[in-house]
């Protein structure tokens, strides 16, 4: 199953929806598609979607899905692949008004840098598609603990 999953701030991500409309509708993509689609009003005609999942119903889907296309918000990103998922990445850009600025880009050219997902800054879905399966991604790791220890050292050797 691909699940999209564009995020809870109040803009919409149309533009995104449109293309993986296309693809189902053109049988390039057939897996089953499940959308949370937020504050979008356009409305998929050929997979199911919802407006919004709560916490818990997300991550069941996630866990759920092989296939991760989603906006660029970090939180969706790093939980999709801490759970191992392939991540397509489609940053929101402000020309469509899907967001106050670009900031999304340079995520997005971040994680895939790392490589850890694949983005997909103009909506070509079906080339990254086809691409996954032959991609080996990184398995993300967490600099939390050599951040707090860095934090900690630094307070200590204050005093």
Request: glycine share 6%; net charge positive; hydrophobic share 40%.
């Amino acid at each position: 199953m691909i699940f999209v999953t564009l995020g809870s701030q109040k803009f919409q991500f149309n533009r995104l929806l449109i293309a993986i409309d296309k693809l189902v509708q053109n049988n390039l993509i057939t897996d089953k598609v499940f959308a949370q689609i937020g504050f979008s009003d356009y409305i998929p005609k050929n997979f199911e979607f919802t407006q919004f999942l709560n916490r818990d119903k997300f991550i069941e889907t996630l866990n759920n899905c092989n296939i991760v296309i989603t906006h660029g918000g970090t939180g969706t990103i790093i939980t999709a692949v801490k759970l191992g998922k392939k991540v397509i990445g489609v940053p929101r850009l402000v020309k469509y008004s899907e967001h106050v600025d670009d900031h999304q880009i340079q995520i997005i050219d971040q994680f895939d840098n790392m490589g850890l997902i694949c983005g997909c800054i103009d909506c070509d879905l079906e080339s990254k598609l086809s691409s996954l399966a032959s991609r080996n991604f990184k398995l993300y790791q967490s600099n939390t603990f050599t951040i707090i220890k860095a934090i900690d050292s630094f307070i200590k050797n204050l005093g």
